[in-house]
């Protein structure tokens, strides 16, 4: 038992302090930690669809939805809808920091849920939104 | 009486106008000298400055800078939201650097309702404003080049058409 604590606890090192495993799958860490996360919160949950995080993306909640700052596009870059601030592409392949960060990323996951659908967002509906980011070629 | 007193002190050093100009300008409101510290704070920069330019402390007096990060969660109709640790560290960098020329006992959320903002603006036509090269009041650098290193020398205003 002590020995294969030791391997996993090894093993989640080195899939942390390697930067090209890290930059091979990018939010691929972060998708093991929603994919958890998703288990406890719905018991028949099997896996996420980059499909549905698409339509997550585009889906309006009243006047607004993620693309109203973020534009249509995850390549390009958004504007902030009230401040005009340059916002940086969401795709990791349009944008290398992208996903790299995860308190970053449950940040702005909490500010921008509670703007745009004015609750938090589920695990389910993160890991699927990162699913599309990390599709999106 | 305390007052009185260094009004009495100052009558009698001759310098009542001197102190009467520095402490009423502006209804007591007004921004601080300088409005950005020589040492800045890379966590303020940042955040701060993710959805708008990062505001100089000396902009606002301590007891607003307060009420603001007290409030991020509905930080003007968006949540801002910090960690408590993130949140502790901008506060004492906004409040040990907030003006330190604001002598009313009011605490405004926004610096364009500050007396010296609102006087310093006057001549503007609301118009320009709406521009979209400008955006709005709230965009300092639109028509202040140097406005992010605390630069908002009114000789190298620049509005632009």
Redesign the interface.
């Known amino acids: 038992m002590n020995r294969i604590s030791l391997l996993l606890a090894a093993t989640a090192v080195l899939t942390i302090a390697s930067p090209s495993a890290l930059a091979a799958q990018p939010g691929s860490a972060l998708l093991d930690t929603y994919h958890a996360a998703a288990m406890k919160e719905e018991p028949g949950f099997r896996d996420f669809s980059a499909r549905r995080g698409e339509q997550f993306f585009h889906a309006k909640h009243g006047d607004t939805s993620c693309a109203s700052c973020h534009t249509d596009n995850p390549k390009a870059g958004g504007k902030?809808a009230?401040?005009?601030?340059a916002i940086e592409p969401l795709a990791p392949v349009a944008n290398a920091k992208r996903l790299s960060d995860a308190a970053k990323v449950e940040?702005w996951f909490?500010?921008?849920c509670?703007?745009v659908l004015q609750r938090a967002c589920t695990a389910r509906e993160k890991g699927d939104f990162v699913a599309w980011l990390v599709s999106v070629k | 009486m305390k007052t009185l007193f260094s009004l009495i002190l100052s009558l009698a050093l001759g310098s009542t106008a001197a102190l009467a100009e520095s402490d009423n300008k502006y209804g007591g409101e007004n921004r601080g000298k300088p409005v950005l510290p020589s040492q800045s704070n890379h966590l303020w920069k940042q955040e701060c400055g993710?959805?708008?330019?990062a505001f100089a402390p000396g902009l606002l007096p301590a007891a607003s800078w307060r009420k603001v990060m007290s409030g991020l969660?509905k930080h003007?109709?968006?949540?801002?939201?910090?960690?408590p640790e993130e949140n502790r560290e901008i506060t004492a960098f906004l409040v040990s650097n907030a003006s330190n020329r604001w002598r009313a006992p009011t605490a405004p959320l926004r610096i364009t309702e500050t007396a010296w903002f609102q006087h310093k603006h006057r001549e503007l036509a609301p118009a320009i404003w709406k521009r979209a090269t400008v955006?709005g009041p709230?965009?300092c650098a639109a028509c202040h080049p140097g406005a992010d290193q605390g630069d908002f020398n009114e000789h190298r205003v620049r509005i632009p058409r």
Do not use: E, I, P, V
Not at chain 1, 82 to 85: A, L, Q, R, V
Not at chain 2, 76 to 83: C, K, M, V
């Open positions: 902030h009230k401040t005009g601030k940040k909490k500010r921008n509670n703007d | 993710s959805c708008h330019m969660d003007f109709g968006a949540d801002a939201s910090l960690t955006k709230a965009n």
